[in-house]
């Protein structure tokens, strides 16, 4: 059978044409992904080849964060539209910390967690991080510090210090995921944290919050009042 071009389709159900009429937040995953590609792939219009791509990936959010081998075996993926991906979400983050370090993610703390999500979600192990904060709670630096398990845990709040001092912060968040994808914080988190809640307080340094990041949600220590 015949397959009927996109400019064949009645305007609503063209990406394009339906970005312009109605903006992009109207547009599906995979209609942004056409509008992005432009062509399609295998036989496929671009649009039946998005869907195709977010169904091999699993979400839109998978198919971003994949590793460039994992992309380029994708069916229609090549080194250019592998590097569109990782462009598009190398964008996302910098715009997220481009909002925290502009002092915004304090008044909006979804940016807070979208950025720890973008940095911390997809990661194949376990990685513990930390938002160092000015006296107005800009974000001066995100940085990720150890790789493994939240157990090796003394030489946690040393490695802290001598980061906030580098960076003369007034404040600190401190984030890590949980490759398994369940947010809920372990008592080794929790002991982990109060070790470094006191070596802060030693120097006059608030922890704000612990961020858990989980494929399936993230948890703030704060907000479960176990700070």
Known sequence: MQRTSIKNWPVLERPREKCQQQGAKA??????????????????????????LLQQSGSLGELL??????????????????FQLQVI????????????????????????????????RHQPREVFAILLLDSQHRLLQFVELFHGTINAAPVYPREIIKLVMQYN??????????????????QADQRVTERIKSALQTIDVSLLDHFVIGTEGTVSFAERGIL
Not at 169 to 186: K, Q, R, T, Y
């Open 27 to 52: 547009l599906s995953d995979a209609e942004l992904l056409a509008i992005l590609f432009g062509t399609g792939a295998g036989g496929q219009d671009v649009l039946s080849w998005s869907r195709s």
């Open 65 to 82: 964060t994949l590793p460039t081998d994992k992309l380029l075996s994708l069916k229609g993926i090549g080194p250019a539209r592998c």
């Open 169 to 186: 912060a007034a404040a600190v968040i401190l984030a890590h995921n949980h490759p398994s994808g369940v947010a809920e914080p372990s």
């Open 89 to 120: 979400m190398e964008l996302a983050k910098r715009y997220l910390a481009s909002t925290l370090q502009q002092g915004e993610g304090f008044t909006r703390p979804e940016l807070v967690r979208d950025y720890l999500a973008t940095q911390l």
